[in-house]
């Protein structure tokens, strides 16, 4: 269970039900009084070394952006929802590229203006919507702090329209397990090889913790995806994701590998992600490696075509030889 150091709250959050419950939740816990949970002061002024003890603090406000962006991939809108950053501490973190080191965790109380919104959009469209509602955090740790997933999923299903879906690197599920989610949302979860996650995916779940979780879900009638990813090419990458789909062969029950899909995506690196772990993980891997990555624009770096190229046909390969049935939606 999370235990924040500090508290950053806007005075605006006590206008609202969640915002007054987390005060009191944490009313044990030192809190100071933020203008803008977008520009902390003290945190923007931390060394790239202080990464890790950022993340033990927890900022509190009222989310005031609420810009659909198109998607097309497993959903038709990426949605700002409940939550930014993460408490984890993944070395490849795409959060990092937009919140630089202030990647913390951010709350957002006002989360009965946000719902409404995608019920009104979802019920006003022609065709049936999909919201990503993760896109900015992983709402499976988040709910372990306001129990907002909970509030969602139950508040969601009397929508005549729309559907849910959210990635997960977290397997703390059981207390959404018996809602009556009316077949109206989708939970992705994030696997990796036991050493990636282990040496990259600071502070995330276990690989065995999270495919039992993918189990419960869809037994508690959830519909599931599997993302490989990021995918990351160490020296012995074939091995390790090879070991990882027989792992996921042996033990995925018969109910998900019956209709789950998978996502496999490539990792994306940066120049920030990289002064940041030199300095915040000193003793960790390296994940930049210019013998296969190619600049991408804006300091990002993307492994070169004919690496992606031998990544794709291997994952084809193997995918179809253990998982024939199961669709891969995409390989980027």
């Known amino acids: ?81 409940t939550s930014s950053g993460c408490t984890a501490a993944c070395m490849y973190c795409y959060l990092v590229c937009n919140y630089n080191k202030c990647s913390y965790l951010r709350l957002f109380v006002n989360r009965e203006q946000m719902l409404d919104k995608i019920i009104k959009v979802a019920n006003e469209s022609e065709k049936e919507l999909t919201f990503e509602i993760g896109s900015n955090s992983d709402l499976i740790l988040e709910n372990s702090i306001t129990n907002n997933l909970v509030w969602t999923i139950e508040n969601f299903k009397e929508s005549k329209k729309g559907k849910l879906t959210f990635p997960t690197k977290f397997d703390m599920v059981d207390n959404i397990l018996n809602i009556d989610h009316k077949g109206k949302v989708t939970i992705r979860m994030s696997v990796n090889p036991e050493f990636i996650i282990n040496r990259v995916e600071f502070g995330t779940s276990r690989l065995d913790k999270r495919i039992d979780a993918i189990n419960k879900l869809k037994e508690a009638g959830y519909r599931v995806g599997i993302l490989i990813a990021p995918v990351i090419f160490v020296d012995n990458w074939k091995e390790l994701y090879l070991e990882l789909i027989k792992i996921l062969d042996s033990k995925l029950s018969k109910k998900v590998k019956k209709d789950a899909f998978f996502e496999i995506i490539f990792m994306t690196y940066s120049y920030v992600h990289t002064k940041i772990n030199e300095e915040a993980f000193p003793n960790a891997i390296n994940l930049y490696n210019k013998d296969i990555m190619k600049g991408s624009g804006r300091g990002k770096y993307r492994y070169k075509e004919e690496i992606r190229k031998e990544g794709e046909m291997f994952f084809k390969e193997q995918m179809n030889k253990y998982f024939p049935n199961n669709k891969i939606e995409y390989i980027v």
């Open 1 to 81: 269970m999370f235990k924040p150091k500090t508290i950053f709250f806007e005075k605006d959050i006590l206008n609202y039900d969640l915002g007054k419950e987390l005060m009191e939740k944490y009313k044990n816990i030192p809190k100071l009084e933020i203008e803008n949970h977008n520009n902390i002061e003290e945190m923007r002024k931390k060394e790239n070394k202080d990464f890790i003890d950022m993340k033990r603090n927890l900022i509190i406000g009222v989310r005031k952006t609420h810009k659909f962006v198109e998607n097309h991939k497993t959903s038709d809108f990426l949605v700002p929802y």
